[in-house]
């Protein structure tokens, strides 16, 4: 069965400083895995996502991944955090093989401190 | 850019109301979802439908049923609102399922209490 842990609750880094939000996963078969972020109040942006290929992945405002598969893990990176970046984050994974279902961690919330 | 809406942001139901939600994509997806967001349980899925008049059951589908009439519109009904329902519901949609069409856009969120 497929299923996403995100080890920290809430992950707190000054302004300038990098960022790591951890993500590990299980799945039978090549996963698909995603980095989403969720703003207040707001549905839940899509951030990047590694499918095949280049085991870094670059996304949306600077953020990047890096897919480990003998850790099966998939770290959320930032090189610089800024107070906007604060919010809620989420990874979830999907069996590569077919299916609908994707499975959702349940989430890490950043804090940013300027 | 993919635009999932949802048809309140905020509701306020009486327990034992039916309350129907509504979600509307205008990207021509092939699937929606329904998910219900809890604190420190992440997201769950409710029901997806993959094609018109066409549902499965996710992780948590007691309680619900939804509808599919038109390929844009997903909705989600709640037969008898309980307390336990009440909760952060996001619609999302994705192209289809294949490699490169299974990105999930996600609506704004319902959020529903029942009192």
């Known amino acids: 069965a497929q299923s996403v842990a995100q080890p920290e609750d809430q992950v707190n880094v000054a302004e300038g400083n990098p960022l790591t939000v951890k993500c590990t996963y299980s799945?039978?078969?090549?996963?698909?895995l995603f980095w989403y972020v969720q703003y207040p109040n707001r549905g839940l942006q899509f951030l990047l996502k590694?499918?095949?290929?280049?085991?870094l992945v670059k996304g949306s405002y600077g953020f990047e991944a890096e897919f480990n598969k003998s850790q099966t893990s998939f770290h959320l990176k930032k090189p610089s955090a800024l107070v906007s970046d604060s919010a809620l984050y989420f990874c979830?994974?999907?069996?590569?093989?077919?299916?609908?279902?994707?499975?959702f961690g349940a989430g890490t919330r950043l804090f940013v401190k300027a | 850019d993919v635009k999932v809406t949802q048809s309140s942001r905020y509701l306020v139901k009486r327990t034992g109301e039916k309350v129907f939600l509504e979600c509307v994509q205008d990207?021509?997806?092939?699937?929606m979802f329904w998910y219900r967001q809890d604190p420190g349980l992440g997201l769950r899925l409710i029901y997806f439908?993959?094609?018109?008049?066409?549902?499965e059951k996710g992780d948590i589908p007691e309680g619900y049923s939804v509808s599919r009439e038109k390929k844009e519109r997903f909705s989600l009904i709640l037969e008898s609102a309980s307390t336990n329902q009440t909760s952060m519901y996001l619609c999302?949609?994705?192209?289809?399922?294949?490699?490169?069409?299974?990105?999930?856009?996600f609506g704004p969120g319902t959020r529903l209490t029942v009192l």
């Open positions: 799945v039978s078969g090549n996963p698909y």
């Open positions: 990207m021509d997806h092939e699937n």
């Open positions: 439908s993959y094609d018109v008049k066409m549902k």
């Open positions: 999302a949609s994705s192209l289809g399922t294949g490699q490169g069409r299974n990105t999930q856009y």
């Open positions: 979830a994974v999907r069996e590569g093989t077919g299916g609908f279902k994707t499975i």
């Open positions: 590694y499918i095949t290929g280049d085991n």
